[in-house]
């Protein structure tokens, strides 16, 4: 069933399609065809006023069907209608004065420019018919060789236009093709440079990872050479002296700088070990991981007006620094999350020594999404888990940190329910952490 299309739609047939050519034309013709009635006087009397009256109701037609109706122009089944009654028109017009002839141009257009093909190849050949038969209507047609060339005319007719009609809509394929193919073009511009965006903000988040990496591995390392060289050899020094100490009796002369020298040597090494503590991640320097959560909790609810409630169970137990930076820094990451995305008005930091594994949740009570995978994870917005708008790179970072030690994290959320993340980290042997 035909239905109209809304008003934008019409503005555009009226682009798609030439407009004076279309109204002005089909107009001038006729008012000339009736203007030269008039002026001629033929027919005369009754036969002149039904051929005005015909072209009047040819004018009426154009103008209530067409004219006037913008909307209508892109429902083919009126149009189709509107056509075939201007062509009907034209016929007796053609049949009582062949001078009308002349208006044939007028459904020609109306041909090209309404009809649907291959509807329109149709309705191109019929006013070729109706204009053959006015090019020939001094051939007489009662014999042979008149009927041939009267048929001879309108073939001509049907072929040229029809020919027309089809190199048209040749062309009009082509362009559509034209059209279509710049559409996926820009289609496909518009998805690579929304990619090169990503790729871009993945590429500076994965940097930034790098750099901080790089810098934990070094402090770690220095870490371990002061733990390994120094701090060793100074335990080792102190462990002779007091040896020697046991074994003779230091002289008189001697048990100064004797006591000196270990006295020295424990401070070197209490010194030795502040160094070491010292290169350990900043937030987790002289406490914690509970006591850093608390504080990154305690910073985030001052900063954003919302209380977190954060909650240690089970026994605490030793972790490697990794492990216990690559926590911390994904409760500060959803965290961040929650304040731009979530909405939420209660959230949760709940940090659990398990028999094998760690586990950090960072809960809310916000929007939440659909989480379809990861994938999906990075396309939503609102939640702990949930992404940033700029392409879910934190959410990103946050994974590969956890992953790249063995670990886990998994996503939980629902519109209009919130949303969850939980990391785990498995929890090395003792001897692993000397």
């Known amino acids: 069933m035909d239905r109209p299309r809304s008003q934008p739609g019409a503005r555009a047939a009226r682009e798609d399609r030439p407009f004076l050519l279309v109204t002005a034309v089909p107009y001038t013709l006729l008012a000339a065809l009736a203007a030269f009635k008039v002026i001629a006087q033929y027919p005369p009397g009754n036969l002149l006023l039904i051929d005005l009256g015909l072209c009047g ?70 006013t070729a018919v109706v204009a053959g038969t006015a090019q020939a209507s001094d051939v007489p047609k009662t014999t042979a060789s008149g009927l041939a060339l009267y048929l001879s005319i309108v073939v001509a007719n049907v072929v040229l236009m029809g020919g027309t009609a089809w190199v048209l809509r040749r062309a009009e394929r082509e362009k559509e093709q034209r059209e ?7 289609e496909t511009n518009r998805r690579l440079e929304a990619t090169l965006t990503e790729n871009a903000g993945l590429h500076a988040q994965l940097l930034a990872q790098a750099r901080e990496a790089g810098v934990l591995d070094e402090r770690q390392r220095m870490a371990r050479e002061i733990h ?31 006591e000196s020298v270990k006295t020295l040597a424990r401070e070197s090494l209490s010194e030795a070990r502040r160094s070491v503590d010292a290169l350990r991640p900043e937030p987790l320097d002289g406490g914690r991981l509970s006591d850093a959560l608390a ?54 930091v709940t940090l659990s020594y398990l028999e094998d594994e760690v586990a950090l949740d960072v809960r809310d009570d916000g929007r939440g999404f659909e989480p379809a995978g990861p994938g999906a994870a990075a396309a939503a917005s609102g939640g702990a888990g949930s992404p940033s708008p700029g392409g879910g790179f934190g959410l990103t970072i946050m994974r590969q940190r956890v992953e790249g030690l063995s670990g886990t994290l998994r996503i939980e959320s629902e519109p209009g329910a919130g949303t969850g993340i939980s990391a785990c980290i498995p929890i090395l042997p003792a001897g692993s952490l000397a």
């Open 228 to 258: 390994d060289t120094l701090a060793q050899g100074l335990t080792g020094i102190i462990a002779q002296l007091q040896a020697a100490e046991q074994m003779h009796e230091v002289p008189a002369p001697w048990a100064r700088p004797f």
């Open 57 to 126: 109701l040819a004018a009426a037609w154009m103008l209530g069907m067409f004219t006037l109706r913008p909307a209508w122009w892109e429902r083919p089944r009126i149009m189709g209608v509107f056509f075939t009654g201007l062509l009907v028109i034209t016929a007796v017009l053609v049949v009582r004065d062949p001078a009308f002839g002349l208006f044939t141009p007028a459904p020609y257009i109306y041909a090209f420019t309404v009809l649907r093909w291959p509807w329109r190849l149709l309705g191109v050949a019929a």
């Open 295 to 348: 504080d990154v909790a305690d910073r985030w609810s001052k900063l954003h007006g919302l209380a977190v409630q954060v909650t240690t169970t089970g026994t605490a137990r030793p972790m490697t620094p990794e492990a216990e930076f690559a926590l911390l820094r994904t409760a500060q990451e959803a965290l961040a999350n929650v304040a731009k995305h979530a909405g939420a008005t209660r959230v949760g």
């Open 180 to 186: 279509q193919v710049l559409a996926e073009l820009s």
